[in-house]
C-alpha cells in the first residue's frame, strides 16, 4: 500500500507562497531578490583586487574619464613651459646672443664696405657678392636655424632659445623672418624698444609682443 508524497511543510521551514509549488528534494531553490547568487558549476570566484562589474543603479566608467589622481587631458604637466619668468633670458644675456649673431656676418659686410669704397668706378660686383653671401649667412642663422629650433648660433652660445608665448614651442622660420621684420620698430625712437625688455614684466622687445615671442634660458 502506497502513500501520497507529504506536501506537508517541515518544522521550521516557511509554507511557499500561494500557487507556488513546494521545491521537490534535491531540486535547487531559486535565490531570493537581493540574495548574492552563488557562483555557477565550473565558474571562478573573482579574485582579490580583481575589478567587479557595476553594481544595479551603479553607472559604470565613461570612456575617456580620468580617474582619481590622474592629470586630465591637455592639463599642462608639473613644470612645463608657462608662467615662471625666472626663466625668462636677461636683457645683457640676449645682448650677447644678438652681438654673436652680427659676429658671424661681420667679415662678408667688412669685405663689402672695403670693395665698395676701394672701387674708383663706383661699386663692382664684388660689393653686391659678399653683400648677398652676408644676408645669406644672415637669413640662414636668423631664420631655418633659429626658426624650428629656437636657437641661432648667438642664442645656442649664450643658451638661450627663442618660443612662442602661447605654444612654449619654437615659431619657425615664417614667424622668425616676421620677427626680424618688427625689430625695425625696436630701432626708433632711440633704441627704445630694443630697451624694453629692461622693465618689462615679460621681458619682450616691441617684436616679441608683435609675434608674440618669448626668450627663454
Not at 567587479?52 to 591637455?74: D, I, M
Not at 668706378?121 to 637669413?139: C, D, K, P, S, T
Request: aromatic content about 14%.
Amino acid at each position: 500500500m502506497t502513500y501520497p508524497p507529504n506536501n506537508d511543510p517541515q518544522y521550521g521551514q516557511q509554507p511557499p507562497p500561494y500557487g507556488q509549488q513546494p521545491p521537490q528534494y534535491g531540486q535547487p531553490q531559486p535565490p531570493q531578490y537581493g540574495q548574492p547568487q552563488p557562483p555557477q558549476y565550473g565558474q571562478q570566484p573573482p579574485q582579490y583586487g580583481q575589478q567587479q562589474p557595476p553594481q544595479y543603479g551603479q553607472q559604470p566608467p565613461q570612456y575617456g574619464a580620468p580617474q582619481y589622481g590622474q592629470p586630465q587631458y591637455g592639463a599642462p604637466a608639473p613644470g612645463s613651459y608657462g608662467a615662471p619668468s625666472a626663466n625668462l633670458a636677461s636683457w645683457g644675456q640676449r645682448v650677447g646672443a644678438m652681438l654673436i649673431d652680427y659676429v658671424t656676418i661681420l667679415p662678408f659686410s667688412i669685405l663689402a664696405s672695403t670693395v665698395g669704397r676701394s672701387s674708383t668706378n663706383g661699386l663692382n660686383l664684388f660689393y653686391y657678392v659678399f653683400e648677398l653671401l652676408a644676408i645669406a649667412l644672415w637669413g640662414y642663422n636668423r631664420w631655418f636655424q633659429a626658426g624650428p629650433t629656437g636657437q641661432s648660433w648667438g642664442k645656442k652660445a649664450v643658451g638661450l632659445r627663442l618660443l612662442s608665448e602661447e605654444t612654449g614651442q619654437p615659431i619657425g622660420a615664417t614667424n622668425a623672418f616676421l620677427r626680424d621684420l618688427a625689430h625695425l620698430l625696436d630701432w626708433i625712437p632711440c633704441f627704445i624698444g630694443y630697451l624694453w625688455p629692461l622693465w618689462d614684466q615679460k621681458k619682450q622687445t616691441f617684436a616679441d609682443k608683435i609675434i608674440k615671442t618669448t626668450v627663454v634660458k
